[in-house]
């Protein structure tokens, strides 16, 4: 777990990045006993500015553009990104190794949680 500009987390942040306002508090409602989860609205080029600033575990996207926004950021400063594509029913996480994909099947709070943990964890 990263350190924060106030300590040591205890819970895992996660940053969800979308314009529509009912992605995040899917995210936040599933995991609100086991991540601290704040919505960024894309900002486009400054994306990768205040994903700095905030130095998030995961970012949890919903387009590939916002995706690829985040990209420099998780490179430069290690955290995952998780892209949920309801397009194409595809979850995609990105790591050390590049983008790994699955089918997104009708999932529960419990299965999105082992997906976001093993994200988290650098098991993804």
């Known amino acids: 777990m990263r350190v924060g500009v106030r300590g040591r987390r205890s819970r895992p942040l ?48 919903d387009s590939s553009q916002n995706a690829q926004a985040a990209a420099q950021s998780a490179a430069e400063q290690g955290f995952r990104i998780v892209h949920v594509s309801s397009e194409d029913s595809v979850l995609r996480v990105l790591g050390p190794g590049g983008w790994a994909e699955q089918g997104l099947p009708a999932m529960g709070t419990e299965a999105f949680w082992n997906i976001l943990s093993a994200a988290t964890l650098g098991a993804g």
């Open 14 to 61: 996660v940053v969800t990045i979308s314009d529509v306002p009912i992605f995040y508090e899917a995210i936040a409602r599933s995991l609100r006993d086991r991540a601290t989860v704040h919505p960024l609205t894309p900002v486009g080029h400054d994306t990768d500015v205040v994903l700095r600033a905030v130095a998030p575990d995961v970012v949890i996207v």
